[in-house]
C-alpha cells in the first residue's frame, strides 16, 4: 500500500467527514475555543477523563512491542526505539467519548498508521485492535489509513501517563474514543469485520459521533 | 448499599467498586437479587458471589472482574431502551431461591 504522509502538519479532524479530504484549520485551538463544533449530544469539557474497564497496564518500554498481522500471518512488529525512529505527526484534535464528553484542541504527538501500514501487504478491509490488558476494539481499515490515525505516545507536551494509555495508544478521533485502543500492542488485519470488546457488548460497530452511533441499531 | 472501592496506586484514583455497584442496574433485568448469584470465574475457577467483583463502573459499560483474575466476568451497557448483558466469564450462576 502507498499512503501520502503529511509529516508534522497540524490538523484537526473533529469536523471531517467520511471520504472527504483533510483540511488544517490553519490556526492552534486552545481548551474553550468556541469555534469548535459539537456531535449531537454532546457537552464540552475541559478535563481528560479516565474512562477504564480494567486495572491500569504498567507497560516498560523496553518490553513494548507493536505488531500488525495480516490476514495472511505476515507479521510487522516495532519495538520502542523503532517506533521512535520513525517520522511523527503532532496533531491537534477534538476527542468524543461515547459517554458525552467532548474535549476540543488536544494536542499529541504520534506516528501515522500511514507510515506503519506502508509496507504491509494485505487484501484485508477490517482491523482488529489489540491492547495489553486485554481490550480490543474493531473498525474498517479505511478509517486508520489517509491522516486519520496515529500511534500517539505523547501527550500536551508530556510522555503519554498510564491512565491515558502510556506507552502508546491509538488515537483515531473522528470515532467515539473508545476507538482509540490505550495501551495498544497490536492490530490485526482481517477479510472480515469481527467486534471487539464493547461492540460486542451493544456498542455500535462504527462509532461515528457526528452520525450519533453510539449502540447498536443507532 | 456499601461499597469498597481499592484505591489504584497508578492512577491515585479509586479504579472499581464492588458488585453491590451491579445490584441496580441488574435487578433491571433480573427479577431476584443479583448481587447474592454465585458464579465462577471461566479462567480461574474460582467461585465468587456477585457482589465480590470488581466492577469498573466509569468506563462506557459496566465490567465485572474476577477477584481472583481480573478476567472480564461480566459486561453490561444500558442505552436509553436497552440491556446487553454478557456473561461468558462465568461459567453459570446460580441463584438461590424459595422451595
Ligand atoms: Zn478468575
Not at chain 1, 15 to 32: N, Q
Request: hydrophobic share 35%; glycine share 10%; net charge negative.
Amino acid at each position: 500500500m502507498r499512503h501520502v504522509v503529511n509529516n508534522g502538519k497540524e490538523c484537526t479532524f473533529g469536523e471531517r467527514r467520511h471520504g472527504m479530504a483533510i483540511v488544517s484549520r490553519g490556526f492552534r485551538g486552545r481548551p474553550g475555543d468556541t469555534h469548535h463544533k459539537l456531535p449531537p449530544g454532546q457537552y464540552e469539557t475541559t478535563d481528560f477523563p479516565v474512562l477504564s474497564a480494567g486495572p491500569t497496564p504498567r507497560v516498560d518500554r523496553d518490553g513494548w512491542e507493536l505488531t500488525v498481522r495480516t490476514e495472511t500471518g505476515a507479521r510487522h512488529s516495532w519495538n520502542w526505539a523503532q517506533l521512535m525512529a520513525l517520522p511523527s505527526q503532532t496533531p491537534t484534535v477534538d476527542l468524543h467519548c461515547v459517554t458525552k464528553w467532548s474535549k476540543f484542541a488536544t494536542e499529541w504527538q504520534g506516528v501515522s498508521l500511514d507510515v506503519l501500514l506502508e509496507d504491509v501487504e494485505t487484501a484485508a478491509e477490517f482491523a482488529l485492535v489489540h491492547s495489553y490488558g486485554g481490550y480490543t476494539t474493531n473498525l474498517p481499515l479505511e478509517d486508520l489509513l489517509d491522516g486519520q490515525a496515529w500511534i500517539a505516545y505523547r501527550h500536551d507536551g508530556e510522555d503519554l501517563a498510564p491512565e491515558h494509555g502510556g506507552p502508546a495508544r491509538l488515537l483515531v478521533p473522528h470515532l467515539y474514543l473508545w476507538k482509540s485502543a490505550k495501551w495498544v500492542r497490536g492490530i490485526q488485519l482481517l477479510l472480515e469485520d469481527e467486534p471487539g470488546f464493547w461492540e460486542s457488548a451493544g456498542y455500535h460497530d462504527y462509532g461515528d459521533p457526528w452520525r450519533e452511533q453510539r449502540y447498536q441499531g443507532d | 448499599m456499601a461499597h469498597h472501592p481499592d484505591h489504584d496506586p497508578g492512577t491515585g484514583q479509586y479504579a472499581y467498586e464492588d458488585g453491590n455497584a451491579l445490584a441496580g442496574p441488574l435487578s433491571e433485568i433480573l427479577t431476584v437479587d443479583p448481587t447474592s448469584a454465585l458464579g465462577r470465574c471461566t479462567g480461574c475457577g474460582s467461585r465468587w458471589p456477585l457482589a465480590h467483583l470488581h466492577v469498573y463502573a466509569q468506563a462506557p459499560g459496566y465490567v465485572g472482574r474476577c477477584p481472583d483474575c481480573d478476567q472480564v466476568i461480566l459486561r453490561l451497557v444500558r442505552s436509553p431502551d436497552k440491556a446487553w448483558l454478557d456473561l461468558r466469564g462465568t461459567v453459570a450462576l446460580t441463584f438461590r431461591l424459595g422451595p
